[in-house]
Structures are given as structure tokens and as C-alpha cells.
């Protein structure tokens, strides 16, 4: 891509290539910290766009247990990041201070996108909402376990028996919650 700043010399559109990821070449501010970040950043949204193009996206058949694992993901992001920061300022880094500000400002943001899932998450109650699912879930297993015990015959006590098996079961499998 040919530099979109105009030449002073000429009064036209200067003929040098531009930066890539950037719009203007060296001369014309493509030197500049701010620009050159940019233009890094550019590039590389470009490369993860054409990642992202070529492969295939599943659906999101539970959005509330999705949320759950993104803000997993961001803490720990977050984490990452601040003892990176924690690291850089405890070692008294001299003359990286543009190394520390990066950092700190990834920290920074990292934080920022913590609080917008957590925020979602709140407002959306899904602490509440999961244990519903998990309620729904476990209704309908004991609905068809008492479907089978009525197609079998079962007696009185067997069909005791297999209730609080069942129930046992399931308080296992759940982590020990009641089923």
C-alpha cells in the first residue's frame, strides 16, 4: 500500500510504501512509537482474522456454562498479567519503562474485561440459572427412572431401594449436593 500523506515538495500523494498495517510510510509518521503500535496491532487482527476465517465455529448450545468458562479464562488472563506487572516492578526495571507501561496497561485492560463478564454474569443470575438446569435434569432422570419401575412392576420396596440409589448416585456425581 503506497503512504496516503501528501508530499510538501509536490503537493501530490506521496509515492513511498507505507508501514505495513499503517497508512503512512517512515517519513511521513510511520516512526512514531503510537504508529508503530498500531500498525503492529493492525497486523496482527489481520493474521488472527484470517485464522479465524478459515476454520469452523461451533454453536453455543449452553451460553450460561460458556460465560461461566470465559470468566475463567479472563481471571486467569488477568492473573498472568498482574504478576507479570508484580515481577517487572518488584525487579526495579530502569530505562523498560515502556515495557512496564505496556504491561501494565494489558493489566489494566485485563481487568476491565473481567468486571464486563463478571457484570454479565451477575445481571444475568446464572448462579441461579444452573442450578435450575440441575434441577430440571435431575426431575427428568428421576421421571424416567420411575417410568422403568412402572413398566418393570417393581415392588414397593425394591422401588424404595432403587429411589434412594438413584439419589445417592446422584448426590455423587453432582459433587455431593443434594440431588
Do not use: F
Request: proline share 2%; aromatic share 2%.
Amino acid at each position: 500500500m503506497k503512504c496516503t500523506a501528501t508530499a510538501k515538495s509536490t503537493g501530490e500523494q506521496c509515492g513511498r510504501h507505507a508501514l505495513a498495517g499503517a497508512r503512512v510510510c517512515k517519513v511521513h509518521g510511520g516512526g512514531a512509537p503510537q504508529v508503530r503500535d498500531a500498525a503492529a496491532r493492525a497486523v496482527l487482527e489481520q493474521e488472527a482474522r484470517q485464522v479465524w476465517a478459515a476454520t469452523t465455529h461451533a454453536p453455543v448450545n449452553d451460553p450460561l456454562t460458556e460465560l461461566a468458562a470465559l470468566a475463567g479464562e479472563v481471571r486467569e488472563w488477568k492473573e498472568l498479567l498482574k504478576g507479570m506487572v508484580g515481577d517487572l516492578t518488584s525487579l526495579g526495571y530502569r530505562g523498560m519503562t515502556e515495557q512496564i507501561r505496556h504491561q501494565v496497561a494489558l493489566y489494566s485492560d485485563a481487568v476491565k474485561q473481567l468486571t464486563v463478564v463478571l457484570t454479565a454474569i451477575a445481571k444475568l443470575n446464572i448462579d441461579s440459572r444452573l442450578v435450575a438446569i440441575g434441577e430440571q435434569q435431575t426431575a427428568l432422570v428421576l421421571a424416567a427412572l420411575e417410568a422403568g419401575l412402572d413398566a418393570a412392576e417393581v415392588t414397593d420396596i425394591a422401588r424404595h431401594r432403587a429411589r434412594s440409589a438413584t439419589a445417592r448416585h446422584l448426590e455423587l456425581v453432582m459433587g455431593g449436593q443434594p440431588a
